[in-house]
């Protein structure tokens, strides 16, 4: 059964940082491109960051370049997205997902066939 699983969500003050991890179960993540997603109540699920299976590259939304920064390790498996400068519109459940569409390389909720099932990130003072 494929799975990924996020962690390293939490409450943090503005300014602060945070580090999530995705983590895969029953399949290699060096075949797949990962994008990170995130909801806030009551908004539609925005496509944040995209790295390609290889790392070599990487996309971001307006809302977060400059601030947060995707990057992996395939022998462990693992994807991680550093988040600085953490702002209060930053709230919302973080989501990892895969995408196995060999030539995908964006941020569109369609691209992606496999999800976490998320990961609270709190920003307040």
């Known amino acids: 059964q494929l799975q990924l699983v996020e962690s390293g969500g939490g409450s943090v003050q503005p300014g602060g940082s945070l580090r999530l991890s995705c983590a895969a179960s029953g399949f290699t993540l060096d075949n797949y491109a990962i994008g990170w997603f995130r909801q806030a109540p009551g908004k539609e699920r925005e496509g944040i960051s995209y790295i390609s299976s290889g790392g070599r590259t990487t996309k971001y939304a307006d809302s977060v370049k400059g601030r947060f920064t995707t990057s992996r390790d395939n022998a462990k498996n693992t994807v991680y997205l550093q988040m600085n400068s953490l702002k209060p519109e930053d709230t919302a459940i973080y989501y990892c997902?895969?995408?196995?569409?060999?030539?995908?390389?964006?941020?569109?909720?369609?691209?992606?066939?496999?999800w976490g099932q998320g990961t609270q990130v709190t920003v307040s003072s």
């Open positions: 997902a895969a995408s196995s569409r060999t030539y995908y390389s964006g941020l569109a909720v369609a691209g992606y066939n496999y």
